[in-house]
């Protein structure tokens, strides 16, 4: 199976400065290092899936051109991830329910968030339609393509990252237990989150996140889910190891 990767966005909310801030990597003229919030489209035969839709999720689709996607897969209930949800209106309307798949307490979560979209008696004239798929530690398919839920800790809190096919994208992890890096075996890419060059409480520095590569053994590992603190693109890719690359906004994959 042919899967096409597109990073919608390779940024986080964290480490973002104030305006009026000097901040170097912001004031950066490489495109590499213009990041919005997290995120990815995958692409197979002729379906489209985004993996989170964050507060940038509208210009996301925009910039890439995505005429239609055919759904959701949530990776947790942070807003740098989920506060894109209104912006799927327009898919809705060619569409109609657009499926979103998530954990229990993301759905609860999102339905307590945007009771507009979700009450079946208030609902907002013109608010997206969505179908909720409650997605468990267990395999599950969207359309023909076997999708592998991976349990990792952000901290107090465990979410998913997920396998398709021999690509694993995995964002805000801090911890993986050794059942579930068995997932993680034989894979042709890995996607993981390496936040800064300091450590951080609840994800991945850039060494950890290198360790955990060469733990894994991937073909080939992109880093992101970037903060301005890890610095700039042209820089640390000269520190990384052969394999290993940092991902960039509008960067595509084919797996």
Same mark, same amino acid.
């Given at each position: 199976? %042919?899967?096409?990767?597109?990073?919608?966005?390779?940024?986080?909310?964290?480490?973002?400065?104030?305006?009026?801030?000097?901040?170097?990597?912001?004031l950066s003229t490489?495109?590499?290092? /213009?990041? #919005?919030?997290?995120?990815?489209? =995958?692409?197979?035969?002729?379906?489209?899936?985004?993996?989170?839709?964050?507060? *940038?999720?509208?210009?996301?689709? #925009?910039?890439?051109?995505?005429?239609?996607?055919?759904?959701?897969?949530?990776? %947790?209930? $942070?807003?740098? $991830?989920?506060?894109?949800?209104?912006? @799927?209106?327009?898919?809705?309307? /060619? #569409?109609?329910?657009?499926?979103?798949?998530?954990?229990?307490?993301?759905?609860?979560?999102?339905? /307590?968030?945007?009771?507009?979209?979700?009450?079946?008696?208030?609902?907002?004239?013109?608010?997206?339609?969505?179908?909720?798929?409650?997605?468990?530690?267990?395999?599950?398919?969207?359309?023909n393509l076997e999708?592998?839920?991976?349990? =990792?800790?952000?901290?107090?809190?465990?979410?998913?990252?997920?396998?398709?096919?021999?690509?694993?994208?995995?964002?805000?992890?801090?911890?993986?237990?050794?059942?579930? /890096? @068995?997932?993680?075996?034989?894979? *042709?890419?890995?996607?993981?989150?390496?936040?800064?060059?300091?450590?951080h409480p609840t994800? @991945?520095?850039?060494?950890?996140?290198?360790?955990?590569?060469?733990?894994?053994?991937?073909?080939?590992?992109?880093?992101?889910?970037?903060?301005?603190?890890?610095?700039?693109?042209? *820089? =640390?890719?000269?520190?990384?190891?052969?394999?290993?690359? #940092?991902?960039?906004?509008?960067?595509?994959?084919?797996?």
């Amino acid at each position: 199976m %042919h899967i096409k990767i597109t990073f919608l966005g390779t940024g986080t909310s964290q480490g973002i400065p104030v305006i009026g801030s000097t901040h170097p990597v912001c004031l950066s003229t490489d495109k590499c290092d /213009k990041r #919005l919030r997290v995120s990815i489209l =995958v692409e197979w035969d002729n379906f489209a899936y985004v993996v989170d839709c964050g507060p *940038d999720f509208r210009y996301q689709m #925009l910039r890439a051109n995505v005429a239609k996607i055919n759904g959701v897969l949530f990776t %947790h209930i $942070h807003s740098d $991830h989920t506060a894109g949800l209104d912006d @799927l209106r327009p898919f809705s309307a /060619k #569409l109609g329910a657009v499926p979103i798949y998530a954990k229990a307490d993301v759905l609860t979560n999102l339905a /307590k968030r945007f009771d507009y979209i979700f009450s079946d008696e208030n609902k907002y004239i013109g608010a997206p339609s969505v179908q909720q798929f409650e997605i468990k530690n267990e395999a599950f398919f969207i359309e023909n393509l076997e999708v592998i839920p991976i349990e =990792v800790s952000h901290g107090d809190l465990n979410i998913f990252g997920f396998r398709f096919h021999n690509t694993a994208y995995l964002t805000d992890v801090k911890a993986i237990s050794e059942e579930e /890096k @068995l997932k993680l075996h034989h894979l *042709d890419i890995l996607i993981i989150n390496a936040l800064r060059i300091q450590s951080h409480p609840t994800h @991945l520095n850039l060494v950890e996140a290198i360790a955990l590569s060469q733990e894994l053994k991937p073909k080939k590992t992109y880093i992101t889910h970037i903060s301005n603190r890890l610095g700039f693109h042209a *820089d =640390v890719e000269k520190t990384l190891p052969e394999n290993v690359f #940092l991902a960039y906004d509008g960067l595509v994959l084919e797996a």
